[in-house]
């Protein structure tokens, strides 16, 4: 007789449609009101009774993020790469990293909003900003991990700095890269959303402002709903794609 | 490439003094298919390393063919093989050996083929493979073909078959023996194994346990192929065999 095997991805659909009936049951057996807790069945009515207000604001929202997302990758990869290049450098920028990193987003964002309206623009760098730290760190640690025998062979052949970084430190790199993907995309999303909160003419960030304010709850859920799932498709993209570029990492180091 | 060693010591600091080679002086003729033996910790390696540039001596020289080490380096005469085949995963079998060739390529004095370089090892039909598909056996072999394609003066081998089982190894140290032949560049080849070093080596040196000096410095005139049970094999075995055990003892 055959035996049932649940994939990795059916298991998490099964834990996730679980968790929502219980809510269900839970709200309705309860009775908790609407504005306490909706229920994901009104959620869910909700948000198809908006779709282009969701739409646009999602649009929105994971345009601003993506952006962000790709202008702090872009920084990171290429502050790491400057740091392996120039070694001497690395304690004063890190110095200035860790200080922009420390200093609380929710005390930046409304100043970029005060110096730069309320478009998209601030919302770009504070999702930038937030992405950023992540990927230098480990971009960073990965350009300078390079094995020791690899190393070695390097010398023998008397290979310049950037033939060692392009042929070794790079690729070896790679790893990391996607390591920090995985932290940076769901950041981008939060990063977006928090900065709308502070002031925006639209995107989920500004719907979930005005639903709060309003005790408008089903609103204010329906747009994290937007988020986890978005969140979550970004996530499996980023280990779709680490999956086909770092084919070799799955086996044992050759 | 013609290795002359005088008056070589090495400390290292770590962070008490740990002298590793202690006043070793020896000359290798070109050509010369040279193994070294001797307890583990004797400083073999830090051997190797200091020919390769890798390292700095603490005091003494070296000069290969009358360059410093980091001289012989710079112009690619030094090639290293290690214990780990140092492949690089994301690259086929064809563009580990592609890559070596191409930052090479102004130093490489012949026109071998990445083609030819893995026909003589036996990993032409391999080429499209990556190297963790391998056996260990089939990756130390085309860290091989990589070192020859660099067709350096000196090979500088630290136990490369160290890592491979029984059978493997031998098969590896006949290969490096045809791989060697035609060039006959100058091999000095660290070893553990006194077999392996009497069936393929020249020379043997055998250095004594830290600081590493000169016990024995034993010439091996036979013939290839060489027969274990030959009396003359079975000589040579006892006589390193009571130098490494000698070795042992000098500081024990």
């Known amino acids: ?254 | 490439m013609k290795v002359e060693i005088s008056a070589l010591s090495h400390t290292f600091f770590t962070p008490q003094p740990r002298p590793a080679l202690l006043d070793l002086t020896l000359t290798i003729p070109s050509g010369q298919f040279t193994a070294i033996i001797g307890p583990s910790g004797c400083g073999k390696s830090t051997l190797l390393r200091l020919i390769a540039s890798l390292l700095q001596p603490t005091s003494g020289h070296i000069r290969l063919n009358g360059q410093t080490p980091a001289e012989a380096n710079a112009a690619r005469q030094v090639a290293w093989l290690a214990q780990s085949p140092a492949l690089l995963p994301w690259l086929t079998v064809e563009g580990n050996i592609a890559l070596a060739r191409k930052l090479l390529a102004t130093r490489l004095n012949h026109q071998m083929s990445v083609h030819e370089a893995l026909q003589r090892v036996g990993l032409e039909d391999a080429a499209q493979a990556y190297p963790f598909t391998l056996s260990g056996g089939m990756q130390q072999r085309l860290a091989l073909a990589r070192l020859l394609i660099q067709n350096a003066g000196l090979w500088l081998m630290d136990e490369p078959f160290a890592a491979l089982d029984e059978i493997t190894r031998e098969q590896l140290a006949e290969m490096l023996l045809e791989l060697w032949q035609p060039a006959q560049p100058t091999v000095l080849w660290v070893t553990h194994n006194i077999y392996e070093a009497l069936r393929l080596a020249g020379r043997i040196i055998v250095l004594s346990a830290a600081p590493g000096q000169i016990v024995a410095d034993i010439a091996v005139d036979l013939p290839h192929p060489r027969r274990e049970d030959a009396p003359a094999f079975q000589d040579l075995l006892r006589e390193v065999r009571a130098a490494l055990n000698q070795a042992v003892e000098v500081y024990a």
């Open chain 1, 1 to 254: 007789m055959r035996r049932w095997r649940l994939t990795g991805g059916q298991i998490a659909l099964l834990i996730v449609l679980s968790f929502l009936l219980l809510w269900e049951a839970t709200v309705r057996l309860l009775g908790v009101p609407v504005y306490l807790l909706p229920a994901p069945s009104r959620i869910l009515r909700t948000l198809f009774e908006h779709p282009a207000l969701y739409a646009q604001a999602s649009l929105l929202t994971l345009g601003e993020a993506f952006a962000g997302l790709l202008i702090g990758l872009l920084a990171g990869v290429m502050i790491a790469a400057l740091l392996t290049l120039l070694p001497g450098l690395e304690e004063g920028v890190m110095t200035l990293a860790i200080l922009l990193k420390s200093t609380p987003l929710v005390a930046i964002a409304p100043l970029l909003t005060i110096w730069l309206g309320f478009g998209v623009l601030p919302k770009i760098l504070i999702t930038a900003l937030l992405t950023f730290f992540p990927v230098l760190v480990n971009v960073l640690s990965g350009l300078q991990k390079a094995e020791r025998h690899h190393l070695e062979l390097f010398h023998s052949w008397h290979a310049s700095r950037g033939e060692v970084f392009r042929h070794l430190r790079a690729p070896n790199a790679l790893p990391y890269l996607f390591a920090a993907l995985k932290i940076s995309a769901p950041l981008a999303l939060i990063g977006a959303v928090v900065a709308e909160w502070t002031g925006a003419s639209g995107g989920l960030g500004r719907v979930m402002w005005l639903a709060y304010t309003n005790l408008n709850l089903p609103f204010l859920f329906a747009a994290i709903f937007i988020l986890a799932a978005a969140g979550m498709l970004l996530y499996r993209l980023t280990v779709w794609l680490e999956r086909r570029v770092i084919f070799w990492q799955s086996h044992p180091e050759a």
